[in-house]
């Protein structure tokens, strides 16, 4: 592992996530289809030897370098980036990624954690001590709008419709150019750029994305007015997320 600092609270919470709890140090979610439960103390020692895990929490990630980048920017950016340094860009699963950033539109995350948990216990599968993994498309092949309303989905239910129809377009990501990506997961309905862009950086560790919601647009009118995600390169994605996390706990704009 090249970075074995990550400041799990900061990386879990930030909003690029929905699945994980945490209570009294004690964090858990499910990953891979297994339950996953470490505390700061025993983290490193639930990472060993498995590849899955590592790559989950990018922990071969060029972090140093990159951090190093971002510094040299701006001080704004330098005390965004020493504030969290510990941050990571998860490895999420696409799907997963897909249908969280659906839900995430008119939602704040206390409520769009709710919503992962009522389709999680609704049609995934079981892995223990009431925990279920998340759904796949398959799992979720032939519910209908209407239990997709019960499940408290509003008008998201006809998005997660569209996307369970067309979820094998996700296969096709990963070998095209960013602005073709974007454009074919636009193509899902509820699926606009701030989404796509989340899809991109959460789903396929695509660091160009730069997602601007109503946050964003608010930091980069403050600090940046006269700067794009151009001046992150190549480190967009992860300037957002420091710039993201920052605002909302340190500096709020």
């Not at 954690?113 to 009522?118: F, I």
Request: hydrophobic content about 40%; aromatic content about 12%; charged content about 20%.
């Amino acid at each position: 592992m090249k970075d074995s600092h990550i400041d799990l609270l900061a990386t879990l919470f930030c909003g690029q996530c929905f699945g994980w709890k945490e209570e009294q140090g004690v964090f858990q979610s499910v990953v891979n289809g297994r339950l996953i439960t470490f505390t700061e103390d025993t983290f490193l020692a639930t990472l060993a030897g498995n590849g899955d895990l590592i790559r989950y929490f990018d922990m071969d990630g060029e972090y140093e370098m990159a951090k190093a980048h971002l510094r040299k920017l701006d001080p704004t950016m330098a005390k965004a980036v020493d504030r969290f340094a510990g941050l990571h860009i998860l490895n999420q699963d696409p799907w997963e990624v897909l249908v969280c950033f659906i839900l995430s539109q008119n939602n704040n995350i206390a409520r769009i954690r709710q919503m992962y948990c009522r389709l999680t216990e609704a049609y995934g599968s079981p892995v223990g001590a009431g925990w279920h993994s998340f759904p796949t498309a398959a799992q979720m092949q032939d519910v209908s709008e209407e239990d997709l309303r019960r499940l408290g989905m509003g008008f998201r239910a006809p998005y997660l419709l569209d996307a369970i129809a067309q979820n094998s377009l996700l296969e096709e990501i990963p070998s095209l150019p960013f602005d073709e990506a974007l454009h074919h997961l636009m193509t899902i309905r509820g699926v606009g750029p701030k989404v796509g862009q989340c899809i991109l950086l959460y789903g396929f560790h695509r660091m160009e994305a730069f997602p601007m919601d109503t946050w964003m647009k608010k930091i980069m009118l403050r600090w940046y007015p006269t700067k794009d995600s151009q001046y992150f390169a190549p480190y967009a994605g992860l300037a957002q997320q420091y710039l993201f996390h920052y605002a909302r706990t340190e500096a709020p704009v």
